[in-house]
């Protein structure tokens, strides 16, 4: 396992291109079970979920391919497979998006049942439900979802549980819909921009859908589908997470490559902070001098600020000059970066889906460790902020969803070197124990 090494205190300046994006990535190449013909992606981000999600297709007969012009071509092989590898859902809860498209197109599913993860409990009863009221079969058994179906058949489904919309549910049961027999109608759908790519990349393959965007859509099935070339979206939780990155340094920077109509609450926000943002074309800039001003923030589906992005809010909220309320209603308990960010000299207190952050004037320097990818990138933002040295452990979770995030910090002047963990700690102080043996500071 890796670690993140960061001197901190240096104010970034620079700019850097966004990535594509991985929430977007994942359910679309999911989808290409669904295509009668091979696909081919651009902007699929060099991430360990993509990783993951190509060898669970693999397993499903779908070759997946990056091209040397950067494009990855996904074509079905063997179009026999409906089991999913248990170990490789188990490992990335996204891969549970292979069970709509398998359904679809080939009758038969069985997906392990991912369980809850580090940023609470996450059910699937709206995938269930949806896939369900389209005419599938499903049953758990043994901690497996089996669900079958012959040919779906068009209904009305409703996807928004007591917390929203669900955005892998929207995915599973929209990509379900397109080749069932007749119309069908979601409402409560998820809107985010990582759902609309999914359904413009069903229509390039022949799908008819209206409604992508809003919270109900429309789905014509049709019996088969083709094959298409596609573009992902740039990753706007990558992106805000760069801006953030030069906000909490006081610095300066430019993604470029991005697009800012995915991020206007987030500019909202990041304006009402004090950062001051100057936007032309897909490129975005962002300076920040001062210590931010306290800025309340609640996680909400889109169009509000995403949950992805509340432990790197949390991370500069814990500079800002004064007291932050920062709540989730998305996932009431994706705060393990809480404990983390205060071994840093964070002041936060936290009462259920609320934080309330203390704003100090300065972090300093600590071992952390990130327990799951945006709790990581939080903890690494703390850590350029903080002064002194700071270690970030697990970076294997920031892996899975940050293309090269330490060579893109560095491009913009950061400090931040990745090290194997046998090789940590090699500077920190070594202090004689009173035995004589050597102990760690
Ligand atoms: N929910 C239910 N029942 C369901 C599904 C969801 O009650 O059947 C609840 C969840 O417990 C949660 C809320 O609905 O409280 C929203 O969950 P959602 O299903 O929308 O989350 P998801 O689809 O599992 C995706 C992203 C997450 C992102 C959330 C929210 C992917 C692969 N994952 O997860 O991304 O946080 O939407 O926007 O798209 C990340 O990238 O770090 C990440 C966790």
Not at 143 to 171: K, W
Not at 233 to 243: H, S
Request: with cysteine.
């Amino acid at each position: 396992m890796d670690v993140f090494r960061i001197q901190g205190g240096i104010p970034l300046r620079g700019e850097v291109a966004a990535g594509g994006s991985k929430n977007a990535a994942l359910p679309i190449m999911a989808a290409s079970i669904l295509a009668g013909a091979p696909v081919w992606l651009s902007g699929v981000p060099k991430v360990v979920d993509v990783d993951t999600l190509s060898l669970v297709l693999g397993h499903l007969g779908v070759e997946v391919k990056p091209q040397l012009d950067g494009r990855t071509k996904l074509e079905t092989v063997d179009p026999r497979p409906t089991r999913a590898d248990d170990e490789l859902v188990r490992r990335m809860r996204a891969s549970f998006c292979v069970l709509g498209p398998l359904l679809a197109r080939r009758g038969r599913a069985v997906v392990a049942l991912p369980g809850g993860c580090n940023i609470g409990d996450r059910p699937v009863d709206l995938h269930l439900k949806g896939l369900e009221a389209l005419g599938a079969k499903i049953r758990v058994e043994h901690g497996y979802v089996v669900a079958e179906a012959r040919r779906l058949v068009g209904a009305h489904v409703h996807l928004s549980g007591p917390r929203g919309p669900t955005v892998t549910g929207t995915a599973n049961v929209l990509s379900a819909a397109v080749l069932a027999r007749g119309r069908t109608t979601i409402t409560g759908a998820a809107s985010e921009p990582e759902v609309v790519d999914l359904g413009r990349f069903l229509i390039a393959l022949g799908a008819k859908i209206a409604g992508l965007g809003t919270q109900t859509l429309v789905i014509d099935g049709c019996g088969e589908l083709g094959g298409a070339s596609y573009r992902i979206i740039p990753d706007r939780i990558e992106t805000a997470t760069l801006l953030l990155a030069a906000a909490i340094t006081g610095g300066e920077a430019t993604i470029a490559g991005a697009n800012p109509r995915h991020l206007a609450q987030v500019f909202v926000h990041l304006r009402r902070a004090g950062a001051e943002l100057a936007i032309s074309g897909d490129r975005i800039s962002l300076a920040c001098r001062n210590r931010p001003k306290p800025t309340r923030l609640t996680a909400l589906p889109y169009p509000g600020i995403p949950t992805d992005l509340q432990p790197q809010w949390m991370a500069w909220m814990t500079l800002a000059s004064g007291s932050t309320m920062l709540r989730d209603c998305v996932f009431s308990d994706r705060f393990s970066h809480v404990a983390e960010l205060e071994r840093l000299g964070a002041r936060i207190e936290r009462a259920g889906e609320t934080a309330i952050v203390s704003g100090v004037e300065r972090l300093r320097g600590a071992c952390v460790t990130a327990s799951d990818l945006r709790a990581g990138a939080g903890l690494l933002l703390a850590g350029l902020a903080a002064e002194g040295q700071t270690v970030v452990r697990r970076v294997d979770h920031v892996d899975r969803g940050y293309e090269r995030l330490e060579q893109k910090l560095r491009a913009l002047g950061a400090r931040i070197e990745r090290l194997a963990e046998p090789e940590f700690p090699p500077s920190l102080p070594h202090l004689p124990s009173p035995s004589g043996a050597v102990r760690i500071a």
